[in-house]
């Protein structure tokens, strides 16, 4: 698996985020182990469409999607992209977290 540059920093196991353009998704990792990720379908046209997020049941609870979640926006606001929420996790997040209203695709 080929792993795009976009991530962040592990430091004493904490979560890692990465961008995986090639797979049309970001993924949150423990370790070595991959225990989230959020797919996107990437339109062409500077929007990808969120469309499905998952952290393994046993890590859930923890605020690994969210992290997952805002890390991904994060990358997508950077890139000067929009996206589409049809995931309801992605669509949940950005109601509680409003500032990123802005990146939904009209």
Not at 26 to 31: A, E, N, S, T
Not at 54 to 82: C, N, Q, T
């Amino acid at each position: 698996m080929s792993e795009n540059t976009a991530t962040n920093e592990n430091t004493a196991g904490e979560p890692v985020v990465e961008h995986r353009a090639d797979e049309s998704t970001y993924i949150i990792r423990l370790g070595d182990k991959v225990v989230g990720h959020a797919d996107y379908e990437a339109r062409g046209d500077g929007v990808k469409d969120f469309n499905h997020t998952v952290v393994d049941p046993e890590y859930r609870g923890r605020g690994l999607a969210g992290r997952l979640i805002e890390f991904a926006l994060d990358d997508v606001a950077e890139r000067g992209e929009k996206i589409i929420p049809t995931c309801s996790a992605v669509a949940g997040f950005i109601e509680k977290n409003p500032s990123y209203a802005k990146l939904v695709a009209s």
